[in-house]
């Protein structure tokens, strides 16, 4: 007896460690990249080895990056290609919606802290030049931003975008998402419309796609390994820490929390409000993307990883999760929006200036939208922030001081970023799944209304304890009547 319980406790924990060996290694992975950095950080290496060291965690960039562009455009063309548009319409508006209130909530946790802790009060001798660091010029307007959002959703060139962004008078490296999103959606959707002829391209999407999650399965066993180097690099990186933080503390503290608060308490709130389920039960299943997020402060580069545990741990429907999942990424920027929000009023703070109602309206709207057009990449936001000084008149030349401590505040910004993308996807499986449910259900009414007037025309003796009706088309009744008229006869 004791050896079959000991037989049993053993199968348990192989099964456990099968199921789990990537999480629990991706986790390690980070721990021992900490211990590592620090170890590393005291040896005074060179550039060139800095460079060495920094390589496997370069690759593991690289790799994901190579497979976002892919991903997203197969994915989307094949989600938007596999839903009639109807249901397209309704998950399209339902997420959008999802995304612009949640980021809205988020705003406003932002704001709220920053009044409430005042990050930047009594740090007026707090500037760039005392910190050791370089000022951060912007030059642009912010109808310039709202423009260049216009331009990126509609690219000239698609081959260009798949490469490069377009900003006023700049072209710097970085992958139009915004533009190939709404192309592949729309191009998915004109896919579907074809009927028969497009049935061969929306096959090849298909095997396109699944083609690119295989690549995405091999990646991920790269990920542990390259996450260790990638953490322990940043950290040997690092400048006086203890300076910074001492100095910035109060700014770190007040986005930290309004992430702890937004992604521990709000998403989930809203998540078990739509599905009444547990939401932590759902996140358990997130564990990989999450380290991934926190490892490469990238919302993009942990698509790949997010994509394949949705649907393997969380069993999300694959037309769902690879229709809504690259959009989140690209528009769904809830972490973005709490440390903009307090980052503005904490440079506000900092130059002593009041803010009035209006400015502080206009910090709320300006952050939910330029989110939308954010890159999902490191250090992304700092450009939103000066989009949002710039709408409410404020300075830009403090941004240096958040790029100083953008490195802490990326991380958890990512994380909520990717998990308000996984709750959207399973509260949009679970309605999807609730409609699914109905039409069964009418389409099982019809059929016993169908064949309970077959059996009434057919019958022609009836016992006399049944109530006679006569019976139309089940289209010409509505559900409670049909069913008054399938209990008459039964």
């Given at each position: 007896m004791e050896k079959k319980n000991g037989h049993t406790m053993t199968d348990s924990l192989m099964r456990f460690l099968n199921r789990n060996m990537l999480v629990i290694m991706t986790v390690s992975g980070v721990l021992v990249g900490?211990?590592?950095?620090?170890?590393?950080?005291?040896?005074?290496?060179?550039?060139?080895?800095?460079?060495?060291?920094?390589?496997?965690?370069?690759?593991?960039?690289?790799?994901?990056?190579?497979?976002i562009l892919p991903l997203v455009v197969c994915s989307l063309i094949s989600g938007a290609a596999?839903?009639?548009?109807?249901?397209?319409?309704?998950?399209?508006?339902?997420?959008?919606?999802?995304?612009?209130v949640?980021?809205?909530?988020?705003?406003?946790?932002?704001?709220s802290l920053a009044f409430i802790i005042k990050p930047g009060v009594g740090a007026g001798a707090l500037n760039t030049n005392n910190l050791g660091l370089e000022s951060v010029n912007t030059n642009k307007e912010t109808t310039d931003s709202f423009l260049d959002l216009a331009r990126n959703l509609f690219p000239?060139?698609?081959?260009?975008?798949?490469?490069?962004?377009?900003?006023?008078?700049?072209?710097?490296?970085?992958?139009?998402?915004?533009?190939?999103?709404?192309?592949?959606?729309?191009?998915?959707v004109a896919l579907r419309k074809l009927g028969e002829e497009g049935e061969e391209l929306i096959r090849f999407f298909n095997a396109f796609n699944e083609a690119t999650m295989v690549l995405v399965s091999w990646i991920m066993w790269y990920v542990p390994f390259g996450i260790m180097f990638l953490v322990g690099s940043k950290i040997v990186e690092m400048e006086d820490v203890v300076l910074l933080v001492t100095s910035l503390g109060k700014y770190i503290?007040?986005?930290?929390?309004?992430?702890?608060?937004?992604?521990?308490?709000?998403?989930?709130?809203?998540?078990?409000?739509?599905?009444?389920?547990?939401?932590?039960?759902?996140?358990?299943?997130?564990?990989?993307?999450?380290?991934?997020?926190?490892?490469?402060?990238?919302?993009?580069?942990?698509?790949?990883?997010?994509?394949?545990?949705?649907?393997e741990n969380n069993g999300v429907d694959k037309r769902i999760s690879r229709f809504i999942l690259p959009i989140g990424a690209t528009v769904n920027m809830d972490g973005a929006a709490i440390f903009q929000c307090v980052a503005a009023v904490f440079i506000a703070q900092l130059n002593n200036i009041?803010?009035?109602?209006?400015?502080?309206?206009?910090?709320?709207?300006?952050?939910?939208?330029?989110?939308?057009?954010a890159a999902g990449i490191p250090a992304g936001g700092i450009i939103t922030i000066a989009i949002i000084l710039e709408a409410i008149g404020l300075p830009t030349n403090d941004l240096s001081l958040m790029l100083a401590v953008d490195?802490?505040?990326?991380?958890?910004?990512?994380?909520?970023?990717?998990?308000?993308?996984?709750?959207?996807?399973?509260?949009?499986?679970?309605?999807?799944?609730?409609?699914?449910?109905?039409q069964h259900l009418g389409e099982e009414l019809a059929e016993v209304l169908?064949?309970?007037?077959?059996?009434?025309?057919?019958?022609?003796?009836?016992?006399?304890?049944?109530?006679?009706?006569?019976?139309?088309?089940?289209?010409?009744?509505?559900?409670?009547?049909?069913?008054?008229?399938?209990?008459?006869?039964?």
């Open positions: 900490v211990g590592l950095g620090m170890m590393v950080r005291n040896m005074n290496l060179t550039r060139a080895q800095m460079t060495y060291f920094a390589f496997p965690g370069e690759m593991l960039l690289r790799m994901l990056k190579m497979i596999s839903l009639d548009t109807r249901s397209l319409g309704k998950l399209g508006g339902i997420a959008v919606s999802y995304f612009l949640t980021t809205l909530i988020a705003s406003g946790i932002g704001v000239a060139n698609l081959v260009a975008a798949a490469f490069r962004s377009v900003p006023v008078g700049t072209e710097p490296d970085g992958m139009n998402i915004l533009g190939l999103v709404l192309f592949a959606m729309v191009f998915g503290f007040a986005s930290v929390l309004g992430h702890i608060i937004h992604g521990g308490v709000i998403l989930p709130l809203i998540y078990f409000g739509f599905t009444r389920k547990n939401p932590f039960s759902f996140l358990s299943g997130l564990i990989t993307p999450f380290t991934t997020a926190f490892a490469t402060c990238s919302s993009s580069a942990t698509l790949p990883s997010m994509m394949k545990c949705v649907e009041e803010l009035n109602a209006g400015q502080i309206f206009t910090i709320l709207v300006t952050a939910t939208a330029s989110s939308v057009g490195w802490i505040v990326d991380r958890t910004t990512t994380v909520v970023n990717v998990e308000g993308d996984a709750l959207g996807a399973g509260i949009l499986h679970h309605i999807n799944q609730q409609e699914m449910k109905k169908v064949e309970a007037v077959a059996n009434t025309q057919a019958d022609e003796e009836t016992s006399p304890l049944v109530t006679h009706q006569t019976l139309g088309s089940a289209g010409d009744q509505s559900p409670r009547e049909s069913a008054e008229a399938i209990e008459s006869v039964l």
